[in-house]
């Protein structure tokens, strides 16, 4: 299984970027995929996440501002963060099998950096 981001960057506050999470040899299921980020000296928060069955949760943080959404054909989960705050800054990671007691494993693919400034 490999999941590999794209998409990251720099962008000033107000823009917007979209990640985009490539999946290999994995496709979503029931399990769900999701969304999270990680600052220095902090904890991984879950961004958004999205099961098979289309259900979709959003941090507070960043409901209204953000949407996930998948195309199947290309095996691929997005991430269109738009509005973004100085705050968003993070590292973001794509992950699979994220719904707890679901799956014997969860997936995760190496990060990308979004950095937005004021």
């Known amino acids: 299984v490999q999941l590999v981001e794209s998409g990251g960057g720099s962008v000033q506050a107000g823009g917007s970027l979209k990640l985009s999470c490539a999946a290999s040899?994995?496709?979503?299921?029931?399990?769900?995929m999701g969304w999270y980020r990680q600052i220095p000296g902090k904890e991984r928060e879950l961004v958004s996440s999205?099961?098979?069955?289309?259900?979709?949760t959003y941090a507070d943080s960043v409901k209204g501002r953000f949407t996930i959404s998948q195309d199947n054909d290309k095996n691929t989960l997005y991430l269109q963060m738009n509005s973004l705050k100085t705050e968003d800054t993070a590292k973001y990671y794509c992950?699979?099998?994220?719904?707890?007691?679901?799956?014997?494993?969860?997936?995760w693919g190496q990060g990308i950096q979004v950095t937005v400034s004021s």
């Open positions: 040899r994995y496709r979503m299921s029931r399990c769900g």
């Open positions: 999205m099961t098979s069955d289309g259900t979709t």
């Open positions: 992950a699979g099998n994220i719904v707890p007691g679901c799956a014997l494993l969860t997936y």
